[in-house]
Structures are given as structure tokens and as C-alpha cells.
């Protein structure tokens, strides 16, 4: 049996002389000018000879280096491959610490992927912001294939009652981290941040939507809205009004640059995300949009580069501002931003002929694929201008709803 262990540690620490010094059974300390030292376990397979490293002295102590060059002779006695072995020893190692990253870490990852394709740096740091206040204390040092539901609750329930649209978005983004943690192996658990699955355990909240769908108001009301917003001269009036008479998204409003803007063809550019994929779509501008966007201006030009600026300037209107105003202006109990857009849908489908689709693309939704909408870029767009036209005459007028000439005709 060839001799072992032949190194003492003192010859170790003051070894200099350049070369191989042998340890026995295969293993062996490598100096080399400077004097960098390191170790490597030399072993014969066949007629192939092969040196494989263990790391630097500064890293790998004289034990561990025994204790590793023991297992590899182990190996090869066995007939396997000790540099097989070694590989498949440090992935398991490296799989391992990757799933024992902090959900902390891995929501970071998480905000660095996708920030670039968020439509503002304040949405980004206030998607970053709402988990440093109220997840990362409860659950930021927990591995993250170890956050489960009582986690979740943990960090959702303090905030449920007071803060509903915070705790939501909290919600939303937990959810949005564990997905990513499942999809890269670092978790094989259900996501417990799944509102289908989460609702079950949260209690009741006043206000809450239990059905699922926002609180839309009755088209008949919304000339009495439009009025109310008219009168008042703030800033997110204007942006509600704006919202009205597109039928657009919250984000889509609040976040409106100059530069999506064409006066001249009277349209305003969206870009719509899905899937992974984005392109941009088309919204037509009535007449009353036009005035609202022009009345925004000064001396005829954009006064920066949001439509809706915040108060201080920096940024765009934030993405609560719309809710707060129908709050202050009593209108909260009826409707939502977002609930505005289904009673378009309500009164397009009521009080009109237009097709489904048309009535679709003026809310901007996904109609058919790629190559469908492709072809939807012709006449297309006039019957959306025309629909979106009769909408804002409407919501203007307030003609009473169940008259024979609010029923808008199909123009050939």
C-alpha cells in the first residue's frame, strides 16, 4: 500500500523550492515561483495519466486536501472517473446554493431583469420600494423555496385593511419572484402568492372585490362624471377625463409621453406587452381628446415629456392620483379607473352595431395573432376613430340612454 500523509504541516507552510511535492497516494503539492502554492491529485486510468486540482493552499488546508484526495482514491478504485466525480460533486454544490438564496436576493434578481422593460424609473423603484417595507423584515433573510403561505400572510395581513392597493401590489410581486425562483429550480413548491390560492385564507376586507371584476359605473352616468371632472382644474382631473375619452389603462394615461402623441393624424401610440412580446398599437383621438391635449400645452408645444406630469415635475402622475379624485369626488362607491373602460364596453355593445372587434381594438385588447393583426391596419382604424368619436360625443352630451338616435350606425 503506497505511504501516505508524508507532508508536515510546517514543511508546508515554508515550502519555496519550485516543483511537485508528493503527499502520497496520488496527492501532491504543486509550488511555484512567487512561491504560489496549490494542490493537485495525479491519478492513472488506463494509459492516461491526469492531473486534476483541488485549489490554492490559501484555500485548501493540508486536512481538507487529504480528505478529498482520499475520496477520489475511493473513486478510482471503484472503476469511475475521479474528475467525473469532482464535476458532478461541485454542481450538486452549486444547484444546492442556488436554491438556498434568500427570497430577498432573488427578488432583487428579479427587479434587475425587468426593470428596462418597465415603462418609468418611478414604477421601478416603487416596485423595489413596497417589498423593502413590508416583505424583506418578514421574509427577505428566508430561502426563497422556503417561502410558503404563512409566509405570504405574514407579510400581507398587517397591511390588508389599511393599505388594500399596497398590499395587492405587494402581493402581486411576491408572486412575480416565486414564479421566477420555480422557473430557474430554486423552488418546486406551488406558488402560495396566487390570489386563486391566497384568497382562500385572507379574511374579508369592506370594499373588497369578491367577484373578480372592478366596480364599473353605469354608462348613463357618465356624462354626471365627465361634468364633475370639468370643474375641477388638478391635474389628475385632466388625466381621468383624458382616460374617459380613450378608454384607456391607468398606466396608459399616467404614463402618456408627448412623443406618443400625433396631432396631425390625430392618434396616440400604445405599446402592448403579452407573452414576452411587445408592439404598438394605434388609439385614435376624437375631437374632445384633441382639445383636452391642446389645452395641456404652452405656446402650442408639450410642456415636458409626460402629458400628466407629476406635482414636482419628476416623473409622470402617479398611478393612485385617478382614484384618490373619484374618492374625494364621492364617485369611488361606483366606479374604478379601470371600471370605466367596461362601461364603454357595456355601452358600445348596447347602444351601437359595431363589431366585436372593432369594439376590442378601442380597448386595446389582443385580437388574433401576429399575423391577424397584421392585417388589421387598414380601414380598421377609421371605424375604431368613428366609434371612439360617438363615445366621446356621448359621455359630452349625456343623451338619454333608450332614444332611437343613440343607436350609433355602421358607416360602409
Known amino acids: 500500500m503506497p505511504r501516505i500523509n508524508r507532508l508536515k504541516p510546517l514543511a508546508v507552510d515554508k515550502a519555496k523550492t519550485p516543483g511537485r511535492h508528493a503527499d502520497g497516494g496520488g496527492l501532491y503539492m504543486i509550488v511555484k515561483p512567487g512561491p504560489r502554492k496549490s494542490w493537485a491529485f495525479i491519478y492513472r486510468r488506463g494509459a492516461k495519466t491526469t492531473e486534476l486540482g483541488l485549489g490554492s493552499l490559501a484555500d485548501v488546508p493540508l486536512v481538507a486536501a487529504r480528505a478529498e484526495a482520499a475520496e477520489l482514491r475511493e473513486v478510482l478504485s471503484q472503476g469511475g472517473d475521479p474528475r467525473a466525480h469532482r464535476d458532478r460533486k461541485r454542481q450538486a454544490k452549486a444547484l444546492e446554493d442556488a436554491r438556498s438564496i434568500t427570497f430577498e436576493t432573488a427578488a432583487r434578481r428579479y427587479h434587475e431583469r425587468h426593470k428596462a422593460k418597465w415603462h418609468s424609473d418611478q414604477y421601478s423603484r416603487n416596485w423595489l420600494r413596497g417589498l423593502e417595507l413590508h416583505a424583506f423584515p418578514k421574509i427577505g433573510a428566508l430561502s426563497v423555496r422556503d417561502v410558503d403561505m404563512a409566509a405570504v400572510l405574514k407579510v400581507i395581513e398587517p397591511i390588508w385593511y389599511d393599505k388594500p392597493r399596497v398590499a395587492q401590489l405587494v402581493r402581486a410581486n411576491i408572486e412575480s419572484v416565486l414564479n421566477l425562483a420555480q422557473a430557474e429550480g430554486q423552488r418546486t413548491a406551488d406558488n ?13 376586507r369592506r370594499g373588497a372585490r369578491t367577484a373578480g371584476h372592478f366596480r364599473a359605473l353605469s354608462y348613463s352616468d357618465m356624462h354626471a362624471l365627465l361634468k364633475d371632472l370639468t370643474d375641477e382644474a388638478v391635474m389628475s382631473a385632466l388625466c381621468l377625463r383624458f382616460t374617459i375619452l380613450t378608454v384607456a389603462r391607468t398606466k396608459e ?3 402618456c409621453r408627448w412623443a ?36 395641456l400645452m404652452v405656446d402650442g408645444k408639450p410642456n415636458g415629456e409626460y402629458v400628466f406630469p407629476a406635482r414636482n415635475r419628476r416623473g409622470h402622475l402617479g398611478t393612485s392620483a385617478m382614484l384618490d ?29 359595431y363589431p ?37 360625443n356621448y359621455c359630452e ?3 338619454r340612454v333608450g332614444t332611437v338616435d343613440n ?6
Open 192 to 204: 402560495p402568492a396566487r390570489w386563486a390560492l391566497l384568497r382562500h385564507s385572507m379574511p374579508a
Open 253 to 255: 394615461s399616467t404614463g
Open 260 to 295: 406618443d402623441i400625433d396631432l396631425a393624424a390625430r392618434t396616440r401610440t400604445v405599446q402592448i406587452l403579452k407573452g414576452g412580446q411587445a408592439w404598438q398599437h394605434l388609439v385614435p383621438l376624437s375631437d374632445q381628446a384633441i382639445e383636452l391635449l391642446r389645452g
Open 325 to 353: 379624485l373619484l374618492e374625494r369626488l364621492k364617485w369611488s362607491d361606483r366606479t374604478t379607473t379601470h371600471g370605466i373602460r367596461s362601461a364603454f364596453k357595456t355601452w358600445a355593445t348596447e347602444r351601437t352595431n
Open 356 to 392: 366585436r372587434e372593432v369594439v376590442e381594438l378601442c380597448l386595446s385588447h389582443v385580437q388574433g395573432d401576429p399575423l391577424e393583426r397584421a392585417y388589421q391596419r387598414g380601414d380598421i382604424i377609421e371605424k375604431r376613430r368613428q366609434l371612439m368619436q360617438a363615445w366621446a
Open 397 to 399: 352630451s349625456g343623451q
Open 407 to 412: 343607436v350609433v350606425a355602421l358607416k360602409a
